[in-house]
């Protein structure tokens, strides 16, 4: 889980806030490399992309998105 706080995520969520994916296929392909990334968990085989996020504690990069929306409206 280490690896991926630390090499996969800030290439996920780099300028977030500034730079939000709009189209349907943008946000598929970031969400292909978590959703790639989880898989690579042996322990996790057999379950479903939400039950492995849900089991890491990792949020969905949408979810992210949303909140880092709310975070940025509310300091405005």
């Not at 690896?3 to 300028?15: G, M, N, S």
């Not at 709009?22 to 479903?48: C, I, P, S, T, W």
């Not at 939400?50 to 949020?59: A, G, K, Q």
Request: glycine letters at 2%; hydrophobic letters at 35%; one cysteine or more.
């Amino acid at each position: 889980m280490n690896l991926y706080r630390t090499l996969v995520r800030p290439h996920l969520e780099y300028c977030m806030n500034a730079w939000s994916p709009h189209y349907a296929n943008d946000k598929e392909l970031l969400g292909k490399v978590q959703r790639r990334f989880v898989r690579m968990f042996k322990e996790l085989k057999g379950k479903e992309d939400h039950e492995r996020l849900r089991y890491l504690n990792v949020w969905t990069l949408e979810e992210k998105r949303n909140r880092q929306d709310l975070i940025e409206i509310y300091k405005v």
